[in-house]
């Protein structure tokens, strides 16, 4: 089974496809979900099952099919940025040499500012024929309404056979039952469990004997905080994790501690502080056993 095959997500690939071949896809669709769970890869096999000529998929994956458009925040960038949506604009306005339908996909359209998301609005409200707008969104953070209210939702979701599925599939081995079980929950994405996985992997840590405390007090201890990329995209996951663990298991810490270490990272992100003496006070009163 190869890293792209699509993964518990048929019935909607499916029902999309059905709808595109009898002119019922809706032109302003928002997938909505943890992030993670395939939703990015669901809208290319979409678009790899519409486009189906010699090459599409290529071009598709490339980025350089001449019906697809893709927008994303870039990654020195805190939100997608108007020239981007002037982007968008260009492409609708453009002729399709090849008569074909055009699809904008907006990946992380969470992080539309109100600038970009105005840009957006009259492209949305009066889109061009055939052309369709798939926007993708983190169901863990907040959209604007003008947005959200302008589109069709379709609340994804994947179960946990199929996360296992996908974990095992990537590395080629029944690795998730070697996850060490206070790193496993309802919630973990696929994405970010194989990101774990690595992570481990690349710090010459043991799956099944590292607990959620040993992996915190890695990351601090390496201020890996600060540096690495699995760590800093799932940060707040990884502190959710802990909390989870001693509150609803070993039930060490109390609900109360949570919120007050929950409102000094809101703090250290509303005001660009740095996380180090968060940290410091983290490790010495909850990682000192």
């Known amino acids: 089974m190869s890293r792209n095959n699509l993964v518990g997500h048929d019935h909607y690939l499916n029902n999309f496809l059905t709808l595109y071949k009898n002119n019922k896809l809706p032109n302003k669709i928002l997938l909505s979900g943890k992030k993670g769970i395939g939703k990015s890869l669901l809208i290319k096999h979409l678009v790899y099952n519409i486009f189906d000529e010699q090459n599409s998929n290529y071009l598709i994956d490339k980025n350089n099919h001449p019906n697809v458009l893709n927008i994303k925040k870039k990654d020195e960038k805190k939100n997608i940025e108007i020239d981007q949506i002037r982007e968008i604009i260009r492409f609708t306005n453009q002729s399709s040499f090849n008569n074909k339908s055009r699809f904008i996909i907006i990946d992380d359209s969470e992080y539309l500012n109100i600038n970009s998301s105005n840009a957006l609005l009259k492209s949305l409200e009066e ?16 959209i604007l309404d003008t947005i959200k ?6 609340k ?9 599925l996908i974990v095992n599939n990537y590395f080629k081995d029944k690795i998730y039952d070697d996850i060490n079980e206070t790193l496993l929950n309802f919630y973990s994405t696929p994405k970010f469990l194989i990101s774990l996985v690595i992570y481990l992997q690349e710090n010459n840590l043991s799956l099944i004997d590292t607990n959620i405390n040993i992996l915190v007090k890695n990351i601090i201890d390496n201020k890996h905080y600060n540096k690495d990329t699995f760590v800093k995209e799932y940060l707040n996951y990884i502190v959710e994790l802990f909390f989870y663990n001693h509150i609803n298991k070993t039930k060490k810490i109390s609900y109360k501690v949570k919120k007050y270490y929950y409102s000094k990272i809101s703090n250290i992100k509303k005001f660009n502080l740095d996380y180090e003496t968060f940290f410091l006070e983290f490790k010495d009163n909850l990682l000192s056993e």
Do not use: A, G, H, W
Not at 156 to 164: A, D, G, I
């Open 149 to 154: 209210s302008r589109c069709l939702e379709i």
């Open 127 to 142: 889109p061009n024929y055939n052309v369709y707008f798939l926007l993708i969104f983190n169901s863990d953070l907040q």
């Open 156 to 164: 994804v979701n994947l179960s946990l056979e199929n996360t296992k």
